[in-house]
């Protein structure tokens, strides 16, 4: 049976925090949960911050079984196992776990085995922040959290360097929690699928075969899944450092989990066939975009997006909707500046009769561009020009020029027009 929340709703920000540190013994936490459990502050809900190292994680190791009669003391797994599993039966056996909202388990020990101890132990009807990072959670500890019943009121899931493949973002729309999940960042994973480059490489293919014949692909109808998307609440995802490239990112697509994002941050090699894939993408309530490239580190014009990889973003419909664009260390020239002044200054309509009227109307509907950052490339005075002759970007509230070869007479012109809009 479902067992419902019953805390009333306020910030996670306003909750008590129970903090479990490395300087605690094991039974100073223990005593700690079981307290929080009889407080009358937990009828409001917790925050329980448990990011602890090993030291902590060995002392709970040893004394859990005898402290709340779990079955720790006896167990043979690995210390580094022992830990997660450890803690997890100290926060499951407690009694805490149905008030608490918040928790933040970055402890290098949670793999599969604590997961499943923590979720088929206790309940959490009221979690809503949960962060795993750090962690060796892997493919099968993501699948044991995937269909676990209780954490169905999740919002933000942050499983950063969590040992994840591509599998877990292939089970990510199955998962129980899918559809209320608001905010995922999966940063510094490793989402390479092997199995799915030839899907990836085709419609890639298939994409530029469309640009060559001159015909736009409707990116809905390329994407069925965006019509009735499992993650439809999702606002934010971050893949920082993720390996996501152009089979993971067909991934995403094919999913549909990317047709409901505001914000989209992909840091690492990404390059014109990522562009390529992306462009196509419907994601039509995206507003800002960050694109961290790797460019110093390349050996491969194909792992950042260069003149030729920003040119394909910028015939797409995503630019003109952008609040905030970063584009760093990704080799951008003049020609990119170009590209981007004139993505925002074209009539974005299906007529061509529309009045200039307009397309101010729908700009404002979309919310022109207001942050721009393009640190790390290679523009110089031209496209510095360009982007102060733009009235978009001419009027824009911050831009981030840094580490590009401008002259001196085009620094000074740039600070003369943006004044303090102007990152130094």
């Given amino acids: 049976m479902r067992k419902r929340c019953p805390l009333p709703s306020q910030p996670l920000s306003a909750l008590p925090t129970i903090s479990i540190s490395a300087a605690m013994t094991a039974e100073e936490v223990i005593g700690i949960l079981r307290a929080a459990s009889e407080n009358q502050v937990a009828r409001k809900g917790l925050r329980i911050d448990a990011s602890i190292d090993a030291s902590i994680g060995a002392s709970i190791g040893a004394s859990i079984g005898a402290s709340i009669g779990a079955s720790g003391a006896n167990h043979r797994n690995p210390p580094s196992t022992m830990r997660g599993v450890s803690l997890a039966m100290a926060l499951a056996q407690s009694g805490v776990l149905d008030a608490v909202r918040a928790l933040y388990l970055r402890n290098r020990s949670f793999d599969s085995e604590a997961i499943g101890a923590l979720l088929t132990t206790g309940t959490l009807p009221c979690l809503e922040h949960l962060d795993l990072s750090d962690n060796p959670l892997t493919d099968a500890g993501f699948a044991t959290l995937c269909q676990n019943e209780p954490v ?6 942050i499983l950063d360097a969590a040992e994840l493949t591509s599998t877990s973002l292939e089970r990510l729309a199955s998962c129980t929690w899918a559809r ?11 989402f390479t699928a092997p199995i799915l480059a030839q899907e990836a490489t085709s419609a890639t293919s298939a994409t530029s075969a469309t640009s060559t014949s001159g015909v736009t692909a409707n990116p809905a109808s390329a ?7 499992p993650l439809a609440k999702l606002a934010y995802l971050d893949l920082s450092l993720a390996h996501c490239r152009t089979t993971c990112l067909a991934l995403l697509g094919r999913a549909g989990l990317l047709t409901g994002l505001h914000a989209l941050r992909l840091e690492g090699f990404f390059g014109p066939d990522e562009a390529q894939l992306l462009a196509q993408q419907h994601m039509p309530q995206l507003a800002t975009l960050e694109l961290y490239g790797m460019f110093d ?7 950042v997006l260069g003149d030729s990889g920003f040119a394909i973003l910028s015939e797409s419909p995503l630019l003109p909707r952008l609040r905030k664009l970063e584009v760093a260390v990704h080799n951008l020239g003049d020609a990119s500046a170009q590209a981007l002044a004139n993505a ?14 307009d397309t101010v109307a729908q700009r ?3 919310g022109a561009l207001r942050h721009l950052g393009l640190r ?3 523009i110089g005075d031209v496209g510095a020009n360009a982007l102060m002759a733009s009235p978009v970007i001419g009027a824009i509230n911050h831009i981030d020029l840094r580490d590009n070869p401008l002259s001196i007479a085009a620094a000074h012109a740039l600070r003369s027009h943006y004044g303090d809009r102007l990152q130094q």
Avoid: F, I, K
């Fill in 152 to 157: 169905r009121h999740l919002s933000t899931l």
């Fill in 180 to 190: 209320n999940l608001n905010t995922l960042s999966l940063a510094r994973n490793h």
């Fill in 223 to 229: 994407n069925p899944a965006s019509a009735n998307p």
């Fill in 297 to 303: 580190l390349s050996e491969s014009e194909r792992d």
């Fill in 344 to 357: 925002l200054a074209d009539t974005v309509t299906d007529s061509v009769t529309d009045t200039v009227a």
């Fill in 364 to 366: 404002a509907h979309h």
């Fill in 376 to 378: 790390g490339n290679r």
